[in-house]
Nanobody
């Protein structure tokens, strides 16, 4: 089993940047594909980004492509999500999760963190 802890959320203005972190403990971090998802109030959880085990392949949701960047450092058991040009519609709780499979299907993500709140004011 692996434990995940997100951090870095907060309240920012539209156009600002924010960097989220996902720290993992437990089983070997490098064994997992890692992903970011988000959920806004009253909406379904949405895929944001994912990164392969060695970090050489990344995937993004259409709404964040070209604004967000996912990265990881297996030596630090940490994944990041750099969010630029933030918009009010990016407001959500952001979750990191592990998977054995690359892609956006949240049903294939096994372990989840508790989430970190990101609020973007207009």
């Amino acid at each position: 089993q692996v434990q995940l802890a997100e951090s870095g959320g907060g309240l920012v203005q539209a156009g600002d940047s924010l960097k989220l972190s996902c720290a993992a403990s437990g089983r070997t971090f490098r064994s997992y594909v890692m992903g970011w998802f988000r959920q806004a109030p009253g909406k379904e959880r949405e895929f944001v980004a994912a990164i392969s085990r060695d970090g050489d392949r990344t995937y993004y949701g259409n709404s964040v492509k070209d604004r967000f960047t996912v990265s990881r450092d297996n030596s630090k058991n940490t994944m990041w999500l750099q969010m630029n040009s933030l918009k009010p519609e990016d407001t959500a709780i952001y979750y990191c999760a592990t998977s054995w499979f690359e892609g956006s299907d949240e049903r294939r993500y096994e372990f989840w963190g508790q989430g970190t709140q990101v609020t973007v004011s207009s």
